[in-house]
Nanobody, 127 residues
Framework: QVQLEESGGGLVQAGGSLRLSCAAS????????IAWFRQAPGQERDFIAA????????RPAESVKDRVTISRDSDKDIVYLHMSTLKPEDSAVYYC????????????????????WGKGTLVTVSS
């Protein structure tokens, strides 16, 4: 059974930083990516970044690429999303998801490319 569990969300002041974690289990992820999406109230669920489980280039979404990095800790089977210079508009529920890497050749994925999702972690950026 595939399980993804996010952690690390919370309240942060504008201009600050957070590191979100996604613990992945239940599958051999070698052919998959771990991706981060976010969704604010009344908004679409937007792609943030993805990383191949077995390595490769990352390419975060244009809207956040200067402030976001994604990395993997293989010893702990954890993928991190590092966010800096946070803005109030970054406030959202952040979701970890996984899907076949082959669904995209650009490292930017759509919601429907993912087959399993975590339950999300809330990030609130105060002004």
């Amino acid at each position: 059974q595939v399980q993804l569990e996010e952690s690390g969300g919370g309240l942060v002041q504008a201009g600050g930083s957070l590191r979100l974690s996604c613990a992945a289990s239940g599958r051999n992820f070698n052919s998959y990516v771990i991706a981060w999406f976010r969704q604010a109230p009344g908004q679409e669920r937007d792609f943030i970044a993805a990383i191949r489980w077995n390595g490769g280039t990352t390419r975060p979404a244009e809207s956040v690429k200067d402030r976001v990095t994604i990395s993997r800790d293989s010893d702990k089977d954890i993928v991190y999303l590092h966010m800096s210079t946070l803005k109030p508009e970054d406030s959202a529920v952040y979701y970890c998801a996984t899907g076949l890497a082959a669904y995209s050749d650009s490292f930017r994925y759509r919601e429907n490319d993912m087959d399993y999702w975590g339950k999300g972690t809330l990030v609130t950026v105060s002004s």
